[in-house]
């Protein structure tokens, strides 16, 4: 049985809604000072993921793209990285995808897997490489092959962490709980 999205007046969110949708993009902002393991200048593994797929899983697409370019913009001020705009339509577009799969859904093997392969796929691999060619000017037989076996490598990495992470029984309760 499908829950009911709750809203006070007029479409509004509740003050409980922002509180959670600021302490999940607190959490996502948290994650980006987690080091990665990074492979070379272009090719990093992090945990930026966990936090998106958890807004994807409880606010669905559209408030998890509001969180995944909120987050973006802000992490790109605190670590004084390089602003492309291209990044902050890749992570907004990975929070609609999350959400689109996460989101009022069981969160099994049958909806992880392909929110993210997809996200690998189109975001992580295609787009995310355009980005860097744009920017950098690196040629792609520079930083392709790397890109492609960092992905093959984090699509059963995150998959599996995301399923654990979902299975653990206070996360789980949680997300029944205050999921939209």
């Given at each position: 049985?499908?829950?009911?999205?709750?809203?006070?007046?007029?479409?509004?969110?509740?003050?409980?809604?922002?509180?959670?949708?600021?302490?999940?993009?607190?959490?996502?902002?948290?994650?980006?000072?987690?080091?990665?393991?990074?492979f070379?200048?272009l090719?990093?593994?992090?945990?930026g993921?966990?936090g998106?797929?958890l807004?994807?899983?409880?606010?669905?697409?559209?408030?998890?793209?509001?969180?995944?370019?909120?987050?973006?913009l802000?992490?790109?001020?605190l670590?004084?990285?390089?602003?492309?705009?291209?990044?902050?339509?890749?992570?907004?577009?990975?929070?609609?995808?999350?959400?689109?799969?996460?989101?009022?859904?069981?969160?099994?093997w049958?909806?992880?897997?392909?929110a993210?392969?997809?996200?690998?796929?189109?975001?992580?691999?295609?787009?995310?490489?355009?980005?860097?060619?744009?920017?950098?000017?690196?040629?792609?037989?520079?930083?392709?092959?790397?890109?492609?076996?960092?992905?093959?490598?984090?699509?059963?990495?995150?998959?599996?962490?995301?399923?654990?992470?979902?299975?653990?029984?206070v996360?789980?309760?949680?997300?029944?709980r205050?999921?939209?």
């Amino acid at each position: 049985m499908e829950k009911e999205v709750r809203y006070t007046h007029q479409g509004r969110l509740s003050t409980l809604q922002i509180t959670l949708l600021g302490i999940i993009l607190g959490l996502r902002i948290a994650l980006s000072f987690v080091p990665g393991l990074n492979f070379g200048n272009l090719v990093q593994i992090g945990f930026g993921f966990i936090g998106a797929a958890l807004s994807g899983a409880l606010f669905g697409p559209w408030y998890s793209l509001i969180v995944a370019i909120a987050n973006d913009l802000i992490t790109a001020m605190l670590h004084g990285d390089n602003f492309f705009l291209g990044f902050t339509l890749s992570a907004a577009l990975g929070g609609i995808i999350y959400g689109y799969f996460l989101w009022r859904k069981p969160l099994d093997w049958k909806q992880i897997i392909p929110a993210v392969l997809l996200i690998t796929l189109v975001i992580n691999i295609g787009l995310n490489s355009i980005w860097i060619k744009v920017m950098y000017g690196k040629a792609w037989a520079a930083f392709m092959p790397m890109r492609i076996v960092k992905n093959l490598i984090s699509l059963p990495l995150n998959s599996i962490i995301l399923y654990l992470i979902f299975n653990i029984p206070v996360v789980k309760k949680f997300i029944e709980r205050y999921r939209f």
